[in-house]
Nanobody, 123 residues
Framework: VQLQASGGGLVHPGGFLRLSCAAP??????VAWFRQAPGKEREGVAC????????DYTDSVKGRFTISRDKTRNTVYLQMNSLQPEDTAVYYC???????????????????WGKGTQVTVSS
């Protein structure tokens, strides 16, 4: 699975961005978004299971970020609202065929990774 992440950019605090992760057949996989800020470890941000009703978010983004899928476009989105400077990072999407992916994605171990997209939140 070749994942293509896009949608990053520069935004002011309080602003929003929508990241996209596209790949043919991505609906067959659990998809998670990760981020890595300079000098910090990569962290799992959000996960969407093969069942769209299965989602998970890390505590720092709950209520601000939403992960969703568009099967017709073979795309998984990460809507990011109320962005703060601490959200600045390179964001990656990753996919895995394990149905329990969203129970463990924060520990990494995903099968497929896309290239990152930079998100910068700054005034």
């Amino acid at each position: 699975v070749q994942l293509q992440a896009s949608g990053g950019g520069l935004v002011h605090p309080g602003g929003f961005l929508r990241l996209s992760c596209a790949a043919p057949g991505v609906h067959r996989y659990a998809v998670a978004w990760f981020r890595q800020a300079p000098g910090k470890e990569r962290e799992g941000v959000a996960c969407s299971g093969q069942s769209e009703s299965t989602t998970d978010y890390t505590d720092s983004v709950k209520g601000r970020f939403t992960i969703s899928r568009d099967k017709t476009r073979n795309t998984v989105y990460l809507q990011m609202n109320s962005l703060q400077p601490e959200d600045t990072a390179v964001y990656y999407c990753a996919a895995d065929s394990d149905i329990w992916t969203c129970d463990r994605y924060t520990r990494g171990g995903m099968d497929y990774w896309g290239k990152g997209t930079q998100v910068t939140v700054s005034s």
